[in-house]
């Protein structure tokens, strides 16, 4: 199988990083132009995982029997990702909708590079929230592998898998109060092919995801930064 270096995804942005490093005075007036344009309505996220093979479904106790955090079964492969996203809609700080694009990295027993894009609606509103500002959201997008590994291929449920499959990645974010734009976020990174819950000959999910059941997840931990 053709696979895309990750390597050489790891060294442009090493590039990037060191571009903005050296020029330090040119990445500070840029951060400012990117504010001025959002307006505190977009944000910067790293995170890290580890590759969680404990299915969704047991995870939410959906379709099937409840797994809790603690017997989660976890793997050697590890994700390092990042992502920007921006604010759409917002109903008084109850709910919003948010776009996200992100890039990924895997590591360990998996080595692909993985791209997405998706909508997230996100619930704001907790009675805490003057203590630890808390959110919870839940995405629907595409997620782009670069290359298929035998991982998926075996769960996939039709002996091929997708390089492109469904991104449904729900997350849960802290702040405090005193400093509500940065935030501490937990997100179970995931892509499957939503055969599972819609069906194999579902017009939408059978077409573009190949019929296809599981993917690989990450559970993982990083910082948002709004600005």
């Known amino acids: 199988m053709t696979r895309v270096s990750g390597p050489k995804i790891q060294f442009c942005l090493l590039a990037i990083l060191l571009a903005f490093w050296s020029r330090p005075a040119a990445a500070q007036e840029l951060w400012k132009s990117l504010g001025d344009l959002c307006d505190g309505r977009c944000a910067a996220t790293i995170f890290a995982g580890v590759q969680n093979e404990t299915s969704q479904a047991r995870m939410f106790g959906a ?9 989660y079964q976890f793997s050697n492969g590890y994700f390092l990702g990042g992502t920007l996203s921006r604010e ?10 948010e776009a996200e694009l992100g890039l990924g990295q ?21 009675p805490w929230n003057n203590y630890l500002r808390t959110t919870v959201a839940v995405s629907t997008g595409v997620n782009y592998a670069s290359s298929l590994p035998d991982y998926e291929i075996v769960n996939s449920g039709n002996g091929r898998g997708s390089k492109a499959l469904h991104y449904f990645s729900p997350e849960i974010t802290f702040a405090l ?9 937990i997100r179970n990174h995931h892509r499957s092919g939503g055969a599972e819950w819609w069906g194999a000959e579902h017009p939408i999910y059978g077409t573009l995801f190949r019929n296809t059941y599981g993917g690989v997840q990450y559970l993982s931990v ?4 709004r600005f």
């Open 63 to 71: 379709k099937a029997e409840f797994t809790p955090p603690w017997e």
């Open 88 to 97: 759409l809609w917002d109903l008084n700080g109850i709910v919003a909708i």
């Open 106 to 126: 895997r590591f360990g027993t998996l080595h692909e590079t993985e791209v997405w894009g998706a909508a997230y609606l996100r619930w704001k509103y907790f």
């Open 177 to 185: 109060s005193s400093n509500p734009d940065t935030e501490l976020v």
């Open 222 to 225: 990083g910082l948002r930064q």
